[in-house]
């Protein structure tokens, strides 16, 4: 199922995408009493998302066309932090190999904390803070949404307590995280989290699947690469983020971006105010946004 948050005249609900993908079933038209997409993940058990599959696979009377609408984010205002892998890519298929075959892999994932007050919506304008936030970059991914308080779950079980999937911008200053050393602050200012267009649930996908990510910046393709370079995998991620203490139901975990930002470029011009960012990632949708 893809499930979305929408604009419809003066409300904001939660819905299904329709089978044709020109149209929205809202939640509260199949019966489900959940006003919000966070209250959704943590009100939902296994069996709640058959039935709700179930119900959106039967239909209802009521739809809306989808381009009636406007696209909010999943999740419009997160309940805690977005956890964030960092350096989580190999850089080519050769760095992974070598790594493998030399022993060299990395033994532990790195994490930070992106602040999520807010999130920003497809089609939503990124602010440039010209006069603060120098060297404006794009970090296109997936993040996955957890769907249970779990603690101490083995790797192999982790994957049950995936919700869904969803693509996640991750916008950085480099200036920034040169001026305080971690990005914390350089990717936590307001309207640096684009998220969208909607959250398709895990079971639309195998286990850890392999997506693939395209980014163009202007029309110009700056990334293209499989998420086989991954050095974690989701299941491994959720195990250890919850080993010794609780991961709580409706977290956003961003797997991180392979190379091809603007940093990792010969001649890096970083965004500037105009500049059209679209992400296309396998089975999820495009997530497009200006810089303002």
């Not at 005249?9 to 939640?27: K, Q, S, T």
């Not at 970090?139 to 994957?159: C, F, H, K, L, Q």
């Not at 999937?165 to 305080?180: A, C, F, M, P, V």
Request: charged fraction near 25%; include cysteine.
């Amino acid at each position: 199922m893809k499930l979305l948050t929408y604009r419809y005249g003066e409300r904001v609900e939660i819905g299904a995408l329709c089978p044709d993908m020109e149209h929205i079933y809202p939640l509260r038209a199949l019966g489900i009493r959940a006003e919000t997409m966070q209250q959704l993940i943590i009100e939902s058990d296994y069996e709640a998302l058959r039935q709700l599959r179930m119900k959106v696979e039967a239909g209802c009377e009521e739809k809306i066309s989808l381009a009636q609408v406007e696209l909010m984010p999943p999740i419009p205002e997160p309940r805690q932090s977005v956890i964030c892998l960092e350096n989580n890519f190999y850089r080519d298929l050769e760095e992974k190999r070598s790594a493998v075959e030399n022993g060299t892999e990395p033994q532990w994932p790195i994490y930070y904390y992106k602040k999520a007050t807010l999130a920003n919506k497809p089609g939503g304008e990124v602010p440039s803070y010209p006069d603060y936030a120098e060297e404006l970059d794009t970090e296109p991914g997936v993040a996955m949404i957890t769907a249970a308080d779990i603690r101490a779950i083995p790797e192999e079980d982790a994957g049950k307590y995936i919700f869904g999937y969803t693509i996640l911008n991750n916008i950085i200053s480099r200036g920034l995280t040169k001026r305080h050393r971690r990005p914390v602050v350089s990717t936590g200012l307001d309207g640096f989290l684009p998220m969208g267009p909607w959250i398709v649930t895990a079971d639309e996908f195998e286990e850890n699947p392999v997506f693939h990510i395209e980014t163009r910046i202007n029309g110009r393709a700056v990334q293209s690469v499989s998420m086989e370079l991954m050095k974690f995998t989701q299941n491994h991620i959720i195990s250890d983020l919850c080993l010794y203490g609780i991961l709580k139901s409706a977290s956003i975990i961003w797997l991180g971006t392979p190379f091809g930002c603007i940093r990792d470029q010969e001649n890096p011009v970083y965004l500037k105010s105009g500049d059209f960012i679209e992400c296309t990632i396998s089975g999820l949708g495009t997530l497009a946004n200006t810089v303002k």
